[in-house]
């Protein structure tokens, strides 16, 4: 296959769509932590406020949740800001709009994995935490958060293979991303099925790449299985 | 900030009208996508191995890369070939709305398929044993017993594969196709309100989602009514020759 002296301008879009996809990932990760703690809490306006948000977000399209964040966001970042006495003009990129977007859909449904992996947690694991006089913060990061992971790593696993592909969208809004890249290369060259094909393949090796790392961290995560096994 | 409320409800009609198109496409692929589907479940839950390859690879590329991919594959990707442009498909291949169906149900027909295989292996062995323990031939068991009972099995899961197709559709914006999000985008450059009519684009985007959610369980109580089913006893009077002595005893 010819590139015709463009593999460096999909190489540096692919690195950008990696940097894209794996902040979304940390950023919805804790969207979706946070999700699902309220979603169980006590507080009937927090579960109220995570039901709304994941019902919201799961029924809307990705792409038109970028293009809100990209063309609306820093109209309403700026309402906010004035507010608080800050009236100078905020612009968001393309990046910041992608990870903003990006994350609040991973988040929503992550929620739903975080608290389906929770609920699997027997309340036993819970109280021989308190009986051997650990605080209920330090039950739920030394006991139940390590279980939850392994729980949750299968789902999580699926959902950034999803955000992976989702990560397209936002060459939409300009990012210089494996797609816009390879738009690029193809005004130039005139041969869209090749680059879309060469594009195509290189988000086939990425998901490839995620679903092995996912079964590594599936091991890593459940050293009872891994230990069984020998 | 302003916030123009007389904007929504003048541009709500043609929202409307984009609103409809959305519809249309993940109607139209979505039928196309299960008539693929069917026949690609069918040769990926076979025992041969080189009947599995081809859905494999198939289901494998559509599953991996990106929907926008595929779309522009087929909208821009075609017309790089001589012999695609002047052959008699051109004048489909060259509207974006033929190019949006045919990547939409590409797309849903890997994603089904995929369900319809798991649902297939998951018929309990001894339903496909009662009907050949009947004498049905393999194609009649396949038309009378698989695919039912796999469709039933499966209803839950391709009722989301549907809210994601319904999601997937706003990408037909990206080829000019003024369906719901195309059209907001197209006022928004008009009257430069984007909050609002995102807004209200997705208002209409949850209310389609709201009618798919209760069409699917409306059929599921409908296709898997056995797992509905409340037995009632048969009135004390009634004629004792319509009683059925194995149901009530009584």
Same mark, same amino acid.
């Given at each position: 296959?010819?590139?015709?002296?463009?593999?460096?301008?999909?190489?540096?879009?692919?690195?950008?769509?990696?940097?894209?996809?794996?902040?979304?990932?940390?950023?919805?990760?804790?969207?979706?932590?946070?999700?699902?703690?309220?979603?169980?809490?006590?507080?009937?306006?927090?579960?109220?406020?995570?039901?709304?948000?994941?019902?919201?977000?799961?029924? =809307?399209?990705?792409?038109?949740?970028?293009?809100?964040?990209?063309?609306?966001?820093?109209?309403? =970042?700026?309402?906010? #800001?004035?507010?608080?006495?800050?009236?100078?003009?905020?612009?968001?990129?393309?990046?910041?709009?992608?990870?903003? #977007?990006?994350?609040?859909?991973?988040?929503?449904?992550?929620?739903?994995?975080?608290?389906?992996?929770?609920?699997?947690?027997?309340?036993?694991?819970?109280?021989?935490?308190?009986?051997?006089?650990?605080?209920?913060?330090?039950?739920?990061?030394?006991?139940?958060?390590?279980?939850?992971?392994?729980?949750?790593?299968?789902?999580?696993?699926?959902? /950034?293979?999803?955000?992976?592909?989702?990560?397209? =969208?936002?060459?939409?809004?300009?990012?210089?991303?494996?797609?816009?890249?390879?738009?690029?290369?193809?005004?130039?060259?005139?041969?869209?099925?090749?680059?879309?094909?060469?594009?195509?393949?290189?988000?086939?090796?990425?998901?490839?790449?995620?679903?092995?790392?996912?079964? /590594?961290?599936?091991?890593?995560?459940?050293?009872?299985?891994?230990?069984?096994?020998? | 900030?302003?916030?123009?409320?007389?904007?929504?409800?003048?541009?709500?009609?043609?929202?409307?009208?984009?609103?409809?198109?959305?519809?249309?496409?993940?109607?139209? *692929? +979505?039928?196309?996508?299960?008539?693929?589907?069917?026949?690609?479940?069918?040769?990926?839950?076979?025992?041969?191995?080189?009947?599995?390859?081809?859905?494999?690879?198939?289901?494998?590329?559509?599953? +991996?890369?990106?929907?926008?991919?595929?779309?522009?594959?087929?909208?821009?990707?075609?017309?790089?070939?001589?012999?695609?442009?002047?052959?008699?498909?051109?004048?489909?291949?060259?509207?974006?709305?033929?190019?949006?169906?045919?990547?939409? *149900?590409?797309?849903?027909?890997?994603?089904?398929?995929?369900?319809?295989?798991?649902?297939?292996?998951?018929?309990?062995?001894?339903?496909?044993?009662?009907?050949?323990?009947? +004498?049905?031939?393999?194609?009649?068991?396949?038309?009378?017993?698989?695919?039912?009972?796999?469709?039933?099995?499966?209803?839950?899961?391709?009722?989301?594969?549907?809210?994601?197709?319904?999601?997937? *559709?706003?990408?037909?914006?990206?080829?000019?196709?003024?369906?719901?999000?195309?059209?907001?985008?197209?006022?928004?450059?008009?009257?430069?309100?984007?909050?609002?009519?995102?807004?209200?684009?997705?208002?209409?985007?949850?209310?389609?989602?709201?009618?798919?959610?209760?069409?699917?369980?409306?059929?599921?109580?409908?296709?898997?009514?056995?797992?509905?089913?409340?037995?009632?006893?048969?009135?004390?009077?009634?004629?004792?020759?319509?009683?059925?002595?194995?149901?009530?005893?009584?």
């Amino acid at each position: 296959m010819d590139l015709q002296g463009f593999g460096h301008l999909l190489i540096s879009g692919t690195w950008v769509t990696i940097q894209l996809a794996l902040a979304s990932l940390v950023v919805g990760l804790v969207f979706g932590l946070s999700g699902a703690a309220a979603k169980l809490s006590k507080n009937r306006f927090a579960r109220w406020l995570a039901t709304g948000y994941t019902t919201l977000v799961r029924g =809307l399209p990705e792409l038109l949740l970028v293009l809100t964040i990209y063309f609306g966001g820093s109209q309403l =970042l700026m309402w906010i #800001a004035s507010s608080f006495g800050y009236d100078d003009y905020i612009e968001i990129g393309p990046f910041v709009a992608g990870v903003a #977007a990006l994350s609040i859909a991973f988040g929503a449904y992550a929620t739903e994995v975080f608290r389906m992996a929770m609920m699997e947690i027997p309340d036993g694991q819970w109280e021989s935490g308190l009986a051997c006089g650990m605080s209920t913060r330090r039950t739920f990061f030394r006991i139940i958060l390590p279980q939850v992971w392994r729980l949750a790593i299968p789902g999580l696993g699926n959902l /950034f293979q999803v955000l992976l592909k989702d990560t397209a =969208l936002v060459s939409v809004v300009g990012l210089n991303d494996i797609m816009r890249q390879s738009q690029v290369a193809i005004s130039a060259t005139k041969e869209p099925f090749t680059f879309f094909m060469v594009a195509a393949c290189i988000y086939l090796l990425l998901t490839a790449a995620t679903t092995g790392f996912t079964m /590594f961290m599936e091991r890593l995560a459940n050293p009872a299985a891994r230990e069984s096994r020998r | 900030m302003t916030w123009e409320w007389d904007v929504i409800w003048q541009y709500f009609p043609r929202l409307l009208e984009g609103a409809w198109l959305t519809m249309e496409l993940v109607l139209v *692929s +979505g039928l196309i996508g299960i008539t693929i589907a069917i026949p690609l479940s069918l040769m990926r839950a076979s025992k041969l191995p080189w009947v599995r390859v081809f859905p494999f690879i198939y289901i494998y590329f559509f599953r +991996g890369t990106p929907l926008l991919v595929q779309i522009f594959l087929v909208y821009y990707g075609a017309s790089q070939f001589d012999a695609v442009r002047y052959s008699i498909f051109w004048p489909i291949l060259k509207q974006p709305y033929w190019c949006a169906i045919i990547a939409f *149900s590409l797309n849903t027909a890997a994603y089904s398929a995929e369900l319809f295989r798991s649902a297939i292996q998951a018929i309990p062995t001894g339903e496909i044993e009662a009907a050949e323990a009947m +004498g049905m031939s393999k194609s009649v068991q396949v038309t009378r017993i698989i695919i039912p009972r796999a469709f039933g099995i499966a209803l839950p899961a391709y009722g989301n594969e549907v809210i994601l197709m319904l999601k997937g *559709s706003a990408l037909a914006s990206t080829i000019t196709l003024l369906d719901l999000t195309g059209m907001a985008r197209t006022i928004i450059a008009r009257t430069y309100t984007p909050l609002e009519m995102f807004l209200a684009a997705g208002m209409v985007y949850l209310a389609i989602s709201a009618v798919i959610i209760a069409l699917f369980r409306f059929m599921e109580y409908r296709f898997n009514r056995y797992q509905y089913y409340h037995h009632t006893d048969m009135p004390k009077n009634l004629d004792p020759l319509l009683r059925d002595p194995h149901i009530d005893q009584k």
